[in-house]
Every structure is written in structure tokens, then in C-alpha cells.
Nanobody, 120 residues
Framework: QVQLVESGGGLVQPGGSLRLSCAAS????????MDWYRQTPGKERELVAS???????NYADSVKGRFTVSRDNAKNTMYLQMNSLKPEDTAVYYC??????????????WGQGTQVTVSS
């Protein structure tokens, strides 16, 4: 019933920018903390950025100063503004969140993610 859908990925040259979106849909009571992850083949999923209900943020050292996470609670959407992109940022980017429904509270199953490719 409840799902998160990532969008906004694509191909960009080094130094370029992308803005990713994560939109929640379905029946739910609230969205608590929200997270961005990324994963490349053969590597574990890496936490990139997190944001709380109140707007407090945390970032992986590898993206600090280049990425900005934000959320629009009225739209049930989280964003990741990615600037000064590097080839090592290439990955599938996933979002997740603690969702409260009438029957369940917790993280959702992983979705399909959105591919970000940084290459000349």
C-alpha cells in the first residue's frame, strides 16, 4: 500500500548537478526519519544522507559540502541536491523512511532506486 519512488537520476558530466526526489504514496499516518543510500555492484549499500522530521541532517564524509538533503512534508517528498558530482558518485540511489501506518511502523522494503552516472 505504501511505497517510496525515487526519480531524477541520469547521466551527467563530472562537476555537474542532479536533483533526486523520493515521493511517498499510499495510506500512512506519518513519515519520520528519511534516508538516502547508494549502491554500486559488488559493494554494500552506503548511507549517504539522512534527515529527521525537524530537518536535522547528516551526511557521509564523501559527499559533505556537495550534497544537500531536504524534505517537503506537505508533499511527502524528500530531495537530494547533488552538486560537483564526481565519477565515484556513480551508483543506484535509494531512499527509505520510517513510515507509520495503521498496522505497521518501520522501514519499507527497498524499491528500484534511480541510476546516477557521472562520466565524461
Amino acid at each position: 500500500q505504501v511505497q517510496l519512488v525515487e526519480s531524477g537520476g541520469g547521466l551527467v558530466q563530472p562537476g555537474g548537478s542532479l536533483r533526486l526526489s523520493c515521493a511517498a504514496s499510499g495510506r500512512f499516518l506519518s513519515i519520520n526519519n528519511m534516508d538516502w543510500y547508494r549502491q554500486t555492484p559488488g559493494k554494500e549499500r552506503e548511507l549517504v544522507a539522512s534527515i529527521t522530521n525537524s530537518g536535522s541532517t547528516n551526511y557521509a564524509d564523501s559527499v559533505k559540502g556537495r550534497f544537500t538533503v531536504s524534505r517537503d512534508n506537505a508533499k511527502n517528498t524528500m530531495y537530494l541536491q547533488m552538486n560537483s558530482l564526481k565519477p565515484e558518485d556513480t551508483a543506484v540511489y535509494y531512499c527509505n523512511a520510517v513510515i507509520r501506518t495503521p498496522d505497521f511502523t518501520g522501514y519499507l522494503p527497498w524499491g528500484q532506486g534511480t541510476q546516477v552516472t557521472v562520466s565524461s
